[in-house]
T-cell receptor
Framework: GAVVSQHPSRVICKSGTSVKIECRSL??????MFWYRQFPKQSLMLMAT?????????EQGVEKDKFLINHASLTLSTLTVTSAHPEDSSFYIC?????????????FGEGSWLTVV | AQKVTQAQTEISVVEKEDVTLDCVYE???????LFWYKQPPSGELVFLIR??????QNEISGRYSWNVQKSTSSFNFTITASQVVDSAVYFC???????????FGTGTRLLVSP
């Protein structure tokens, strides 16, 4: 079964609105989660590292005010795309890492297809 | 710096053929982890295999096998007797102990035709 769950799987929103994507760790408490973005036929690019109870760490070039990340609990991280524009349309996927000592495999959610119209 | 290179952009095979996907990695760390993930058209990333840098043997799991050559920093993945359901994009990824994030290659699209 799924280890990491992501919701919604598909979302369409109007330009200028905000949309929230949830990432839940189902089988373990994840102090760290990761958010990736993938353009069509391209690889996954890390956007930010979500740290439970503290601010997210953003990769260079990623606007932290546009892509708000909240990791309020050990099993939930959210990505909010604020004031979305058509160029934000993409596939967003999260991953979670088990606690230290529990293995080094990183599991991914099902991904979320965002279309901004 | 970490880097993963998948030189094959697309491979087409006929069902039942064996196919090998190539991956070359770069890292300065002596302890690292290598992964292969499968991404079907639906988009989710399916974990396939993980190999630790300190593993000595190459392994086989069902129709999958993987081979690490440390001398060339290659981590190749082989599917034996390919099936149509194997059609997907396959990503090689690297994680070392210094950085907890995964670094992905650009992916190889595998097309298996009947």
């Amino acid at each position: 079964g799924a280890v990491v769950s992501q919701h919604p799987s598909r979302v369409i929103c109007k330009s200028g609105t905000s949309v929230k994507i949830e990432c839940r760790s189902l089988d373990f408490q994840a102090t760290t989660m990761f958010w990736y973005r993938q353009f069509p036929k391209q690889s996954l690019m890390l956007m930010a590292t979500s740290n439970e109870g503290s601010k997210a760490t953003y990769e260079q070039g990623v606007e932290k005010d546009k892509f708000l990340i909240n990791h309020a609990s050990l099993t939930l991280s959210t990505l909010t795309v604020t004031s979305a524009h058509p160029e934000d349309s993409s596939f967003y996927i999260c991953s979670a890492r088990p606690p230290r000592g529990s293995g080094n495999t990183i599991y991914f959610g099902e991904g979320s297809w965002l279309t901004v119209v | 710096a970490q880097k993963v290179t998948q030189a094959q952009t697309e491979i087409s095979v006929v069902e039942k053929e064996d196919v090998t996907l190539d991956c070359v990695y770069e890292t300065r760390d002596t302890t690292y982890y290598l992964f292969w993930y499968k991404q079907p058209p639906s988009g989710e990333l399916v974990f396939l295999i993980r190999r630790n840098s300190f593993d000595e043997q190459n392994e086989i799991s069902g129709r999958y096998s993987w081979n690490v050559q440390k001398s060339t920093s290659s981590f190749n993945f082989t599917i034996t007797a390919s099936q149509v359901v194997d059609s997907a994009v396959y990503f090689c990824a690297l994680k070392d102990t210094g950085f907890q994030k995964l670094v992905f290659g650009t992916g190889t699209r595998l097309l298996v035709s009947p």
